[in-house]
């Protein structure tokens, strides 16, 4: 039996079904190696897991090529009907003619959405993670409104408790720093079901280590009513085909 | 005392007043707000089901959790669902709060694992229109008790996201009307306040008759954005933190207590503030006698002090203080003063040390050696 090696990340995130999964990062340590590894995670061979990607600050050749190099091959698993790609670079979600508003063009984009999960078959729909990869570009393309990514969102975590399966957003903390009051962020915190932080260590820049992630993951009633709420904090190195963790202070 | 705002809850309206009001009010270092929102509410499920007290049903205004989640969650907490039809109705503010499944066709599957919940909820599609939104909750709530003198509960588990859709005028209008409307005996709902500014949050205190607010065991250092660094606080604050009660009586006089409270699988545990704490404050602080803290103005005179030693950096010759006074000195001291010496630098304004002897024998500062009279 082929059992890949649960690294510290797997064990602190647990399953994430139903959960909303929100990943804060900043200028000098990115975290979307976390992405490529949910990505990873849920495509893998071991999982049936059906993942519908909202792209708004990558094309789909660059996940590609990422993913390629983790063993993961996006194209293949675009054709079994697997990987929902949705290219929203170019998209324009508001339109410049007053017609249509921002809000109009998250309701067509959560339609479509509608449309493949309701195209599953029923067995699939509980495994569904919807991912965004940059809310913040998502709030660019919705000319600024904050008040349509919240409402976006919301109908996505609805989704979650009704048919079960999970959201995972990517937002950059640092540019809501000036900011008296991070409305949006805040928000999404709490509505977080699991909070994923990647910062630089506090010591600066290292060779061995690139940063570090806490992961605090609140309360989770799954259906037996079982309850985990847990703080972890490890480092990472990113490495050309995979990540390594490990606890601080157990690397020389 | 947490206990005795679900008493006071459930005690209802005076005949002749506005319902009881209760807020309750956290903040993202301490999100515990919906865990006090969910145990207020299945204590006041418990109260309805025993038809003891003066309301008889219950309308749950659902923005940020599911109607599926609340059964769940009295049936967790041993709260009888079987015959919820009879005292609880939920408002679903939460599936489709803008009506935008309706544009894009309902996808069909969702349905299904409602079914317990669909019974007891009815939908709102458009939370923007505050109006219906009124007459939508009473109607749930006239359902459940009929119309006359019997009264209901409402209880409401997102502020924040009304506001979101609606001004705080038209909210707070909406609360008013609920809270002085005949039927209603109580009502509560949870705000997270620091996602609006502050006077939305005091508008909404203004409107209550108890507040509770949750706050952190320790409060970060730097500001409303918790502080990631120091991992074991944060560690604290993740199961952990106190409970301040506010209550406000009809002839203006107000009750402050304040407790912990503690997550655990069951729910929330209240507990009354540790003894460890209380233990050190009755010990040490009353019988303190100075005052160890500055004052911002004692803070910002001590650092414009130069201090003798310090290297001013700014083109003059530098003076090293050699113990001795220095002309100026002696010259500014032409008129003693009794109590003190001061040590002022060239650049005066800027900060002086005042040295207060502590008796009259101690003699000024000399050259005569301290261990004179030492006889070994």
Redesign the interface.
Known sequence: MEIEARNLLDEALGTLKGGMVVVQDSVQTSASFVLHHLLKRSLSLHSSDVVVFLAFSHPFSHYDRILRKLGCNLAVQRDKNRFFFFDMLMTEIADGDGEKTSGDGL??L??KI??V??ALP?EL?KSVTIMIDDVSLMEVAAKCST?HV??FV??CR?LT????CSLVVLDHEDIYLGTE???FI??L??LATVLI?A?PL?TGLATDVHGQL?V?NR?V?DGQ?I?R?K?C?FQFKVKESSIEYFYPGSRT | MAESICRALRDGALEGEHAAALTIKDSIASPFGFDVFAHVFSKLSSYILASKYQSRGLVLVAFSRSPSFYVDLLKRRGVDVASSHNWIQILDCYTDPLGWKDGVGECGSGTKSLNEASQIASFCKNVKDVETFFSMVVELGTGLVGRGKVRFCVAIDSVSEMLRHASISSVAGLLSKLRSHDQVSSIFWLLHSDLHEDRVTAVLEYMSSMVASIEPLNQYANGQRGNWNNLSLLEQNCTRGKFHIRFKRRNGRVRVACEEFCIEQSGIIFTSISSEDEKINQSLLPKLQFNLQLSEKERIDRAKVVLPFEHQGNGKPIQIYDGRRSQEDSVTEAVPISTSKSQTNEETGKGEIIYFRDSEDEMPDSDEDPDDDLDI
Do not use: C, F, M, W
């Open positions: 309701v067509a959560y339609g509608q449309k999960l309701s029923q729909k008040d919240l409402d919301h109908y609805a408790s009704e048919i079960g009051r991070p409305t805040l928000q915190e709490y932080k910062e506090a806490t605090l309360d009633y009513g309850y709420k703080i904090n």
